[in-house]
């Protein structure tokens, strides 16, 4: 998303080059020249002039749509027609073992406890806890070479020797891969080996979750403690475990191209994953050179073809003086819970370290039982989605009256009843994902307490409520911007606004598809549906829609530059972001197909950080480049330093965290040994909190400028918080995130994953002396930045402007926003 920032200074210019390089000499010569070669600055217009004419757009925009929705239809397809079969086993005898009822009330109980929010499935979900596919994997190996090491000692009076254990090492693996299903009866059929190797993987999971095991890997007392329901959980984990590692049939590995890797039980990287790393990075590379042609054409431009038509930057006299319309004055309270959420976010963060570390214990405050791990990681996911996105709500509700030079009537009760429909959705799905799990709703746990998906935990009714919200957001939008249409002009800077807030609710509705009992394949796709594109696509576009407008008002950049910058960005987007999210598909069951476009679009997404590491010195020097030389040091006036600043890191997190900590896992090779480690929560905290989470603090803070008495304002508590934030998060990612995702990389390659997510391993050692060590930058993160600046912007409830009806401020402040 932050394209937008770094690349608003090279996209104006439209058909006005050409009139100055018609007047320029020194071009005038260079034309000449190269009417010669038959290249230069006809070719450069050519290309140029295409992207710049606004009547061409249309065209590759619905290219780029019907590609990516055919191939996210290819991806729908194939997890219907793909998916490993939610089946039965039996012995050979015909004895039942688990029936597909059995594996779906497995299932339902691990939704049920948000079990995702503790350990993962297919490596997705949380990466403290063991992965359950794999370790149990890992215990079926196990009791399968266990089992014919009995045998093989009952047949022959003695233990096998060296030779004969790898014998039998490779029976376990023919045994392991061997596919049973019998598609006719809908059934698979497990030999001895195999159903002793399951009534040991059960004898496991009561041990664990009844807490009868000295290496118990999970954590919580009294958590599941119905035998039943347990014995239900290890018939689905077994089934996981099963998908894992038989073979699909007519392949040579299985539903999972052999994810996770277990040597001792066959599973290795396949030739496909292989082949397809290495045709992702051809991609990547050619790409690549594609993107840095078009840098150096779009270089030749000046940079004066890119300012904004007035010399005056937005200064601190505009902001002095400006007067907020009532729905601007209203925006505060939206921004108010936000800072109050996030601090609520971070602190629930901190509970759920101390679930692995007990710093607080030496404070005597005990919270597992209370408020246990799957719920404080619940808010914490949730929790920073809630305030990111009521940060853009309130973003947009202040900038309409702007966009449409005045306020409209009877905006103040829609946008009141916005509010309190958010704060029921907040508290009422908070207090359900502490309920749900804790069994206290009953069968009513998957509508009002937690659904068990990561990211999307809260209850299918708060899902609904979340609906109603969206669309009530999306007509308070439309009424405030409809003065602001212009006929003619479907890529105005208003249009894209209500283009982006039309797609967020209708993506969203994919969450609504899957129930609890539907096979995981298929329902996790639906899940990753709302989770990437929901998120990245279509919220990606409206942020960059804002914080373009805002630049535009700050007067760093004019309206005609960012309104090309956005249709960029939606190209980029668009194309590599939807088929882009087949790279969460590699190891959840789905064919060779879906890991082909995950490997060459997901590596694609990273494409456009090339941009930003180009041209990364010319969004820094913006405001010199938009006042014609002015230096840095003579910016004293310029009213928004500080959200200006937060710009700048998401630019530096967006190449960082999302680029280069994002890029080193997203090849199949790598994913394949990576995906369920902590290059995973290294990569999403960095992208998360640097990008999204800088860009709603820019926005709350450049509207919070506006709304407060000038006396309020603390410029250098703004500045002491920015660096605590940022820092804090660096801090986190090099004391632990990147190097606990590094030895657990290690640890994956030498011993397998099941290993590297045990308690053994996360529990002791180096790892927990890591996560220790987070808690430097969590500390100054939390304490230095997140608090101070709560504070500040809560106590600003006393320190309003009050609002007036005369539209004179709207005018000053939009002075830079012209058609």
């Known amino acids: 998303m932050v394209q ?34 038959g290249t230069g600055e006809k070719g450069f217009k050519k290309n140029i002039d295409y992207w710049m004419d606004t009547k061409n757009w249309w065209g590759p925009l619905v290219f780029i749509l019907i590609i990516s929705l055919a191939g996210v239809g290819m991806i729908g397809f194939q997890t219907y027609n793909d998916a490993p079969p939610m089946t039965g086993f039996q012995t050979q005898d015909g004895a039942l073992l688990i029936s597909k009822t059995d594996i779906e009330k497995g299932q339902i109980v691990f939704h049920k406890y948000a079990l995702m929010e503790y350990g993962s499935f297919f490596g997705d979900g949380a990466q403290r806890g063991p992965d359950f596919t794999a370790e149990a994997l890992h215990q079926i190996s196990v009791h399968v070479n ?48 195999y159903v002793y190797a399951l009534e040991k993987v059960r004898d496991y999971y009561q041990n664990v979750f009844l807490d009868t095991s000295s290496e118990s890997s999970f954590p919580l007392k009294n958590y599941i403690t119905d035998k039943e329901e347990i014995l239900s959980l290890s018939n689905f984990f077994f089934w996981g475990a099963w998908v894992c590692v038989t073979e699909r049939p007519g392949e040579s590995f299985s539903y999972t191209h052999n994810w996770p890797y277990d040597a001792e039980a066959g599973n290795t990287p396949t030739s496909p994953v292989v082949l397809w790393s290495v045709l992702g990075l051809l991609a990547f590379v050619l790409v690549c050179g594609i993107v840095l042609y078009f840098i150096g054409q779009y270089n030749q431009l000046s940079n004066k073809f890119f300012k904004p038509s007035s010399k005056e930057l937005l200064t ?29 976010q971070v602190s629930s963060g901190f509970v759920t370290i101390n679930e692995f570390v007990d710093y607080l214990g030496f404070f005597g405050v005990e ?37 449409a030079k005045r306020e409209v009537e009877h905006q103040l009760p829609l946008i009141n009843l916005l509010f309190v429909l958010l704060v029921v959705l907040v508290a009422g799905s908070l207090t359900g994902m502490v309920l749900g799990p804790m069994g206290v709703l009953g069968d009513w746990w998957h509508a009002l307490g937690h659904q068990g998906w990561e990211f999307v935990d809260f209850g299918q009714a708060f899902q609904v409520l979340l609906i109603l919200i969206f669309v009530l957001w999306g007509i308070v939008v439309f009424r405030g911007m409809r003065p602001a249409f212009v006929k003619g002009m479907p890529w105005n800077l208003p249009n894209w606004i209500m283009y982006s807030i039309i797609g967020i609710p209708l993506l969203f509705i994919s969450g609504f598809v899957a129930r609890p009992e539907t096979n995981f394949v298929i329902a996790d796709f639906w899940r990753w549906m709302v989770v990437h594109m929901w998120v990245e696509a279509f919220f990606e576009v409206f942020i960059t829609v804002i914080v373009s407008y805002l630049m535009v008002l700050m007067g760093l950049v004019s309206r ?37 476009l995950g490997s060459i679009f997901s590596t694609l997404q990273f494409v456009p950080l090339i941009l930003l590491t180009v041209e990364a010195w010319r969004f820094k020097n913006m405001p010199r480049i938009a006042l014609e030389g002015v230096k840095p040091s003579e910016l004293g006036d310029f009213g928004f330093p500080e959200v200006f600043s937060f710009l700048i890191a998401v630019n530096f997190w967006n190449f960082f965290g999302a680029g280069v900590l994002g890029i080193i ?133 006393a320190s309003l402007k009050r609002s007036h009806r005369s539209d004179k401020s709207l005018i000053q402040i939009a002075r830079h926003d012209s058609v």
């Not at 400006?322 to 209203?330: E, I, S």
């Not at 969460?584 to 879906?594: H, R, S």
């Open 146 to 193: 266990t089992y014919y090491q009995e045998q093989f000692k009952t047949q022959n009076g003695r233990t096998a020797n060296d030779n004969e254990q790898k014998v039998i090492a490779e029976k376990v693996k023919e045994d392991l891969k061997n596919n049973g299903y019998d598609s006719a009866a809908d059934i698979v059929v497990l030999n001895d080996a």
């Open 4 to 37: 937008i920032q770094s690349r608003t200074i090279r996209m104006e210019g439209g058909r006005k080059h050409d009139d100055v390089i018609n007047q320029s000499k020194t071009l005038s010569v260079y034309k000449v020249k190269n009417k010669e070669t």
């Open 665 to 797: 896992i997203n090849l199949p090779i790598m994913n394949y040994y990576e995906h369920g480690t902590y290059l995973t929560v290294n990569h999403a905290h960095a992208a998360l909190m640097g990008v999204y989470g800088n860009i709603s603090l820019a926005a709350m803070l450049f509207a919070t400028k506006l709304l407060f008495k000038p006396k309020k304002w603390s410029k250098k508590l703004v500045k002491v918080s920015f660096w605590s934030i940022n820092i804090g998060l660096m801090l986190m990612v090099l004391l632990d995130l990147l190097p606990a995702g590094t030895i657990q990389f290690k640890a994956v390659v030498e011993n397998g994953l099941w290993f590297a997510r045990s308690e053994a391993f996360i529990g002791g050692g180096v790892f927990q002396s890591l996560t220790w060590l987070r808690s430097i930058g969590a500390c100054l993160f939390l304490f230095g930045g997140v608090i101070p600046l709560m504070l500040f912007i809560v106590s600003g409830a």
């Open 560 to 596: 005609n530059a960012a309104i090309r910058v956005i249709y960029f960005a939606t190209i980029l987007f668009l194309g590599t972001g939807l088929l882009g999210i087949s790279h969460n598909f590699y190891w959840n069951a789905k064919p060779v197909a879906t890991m082909a």
């Open 367 to 403: 919270f597992s039982e209370s408020f246990p791990i799957t719920v404080s990681r619940s808010w914490h996911l949730m929790l920073s989605l809630y305030w990111i996105s009521t940060c853009w709500i309130a973003s947009s509700i202040f900038i309409l009256p702007i966009l």
């Open 316 to 344: 601190a006299r505009s902001v002095r003086d400006f007067v907020p319309t009532k729905t601007q004055r209203a925006s505060y309270k939206f921004f108010f819970v936000a800072i109050i959420l996030f601090f609520v």
